[in-house]
């Protein structure tokens, strides 16, 4: 579970602040340990930022490369 919080004195916001909770009965019910990443939703699925979509840098490659069929392999990656 994740509880984000701001507290309000005479109407001016402190930082917010998140944390992560786990919440087992009996401890962790996994063999593994358990972790939890908090990120912006932008920087996972934004067309500029994110990291999970094709976005600029694809369509931007695509555009250079209109005849090519090969997959798509980002400069730093060479």
Request: hydrophobic letters at 35%.
């Amino acid at each position: 579970m994740v509880v984000k919080a701001r507290a309000y004195v005479d109407g001016i916001p402190s930082k917010t602040v998140s944390k992560t909770y786990f919440v087992w009965s009996e401890g962790n019910p996994y063999d593994i340990p358990v972790i939890s990443l908090q990120i912006q939703e932008n920087y996972l699925f934004d067309y500029n930022d994110g990291i999970y979509t094709a976005g600029v840098d694809f369509d931007t490659w695509r555009a250079e490369n209109p005849d090519n069929n090969q997959a798509y392999r980002p400069q730093w990656n060479n």
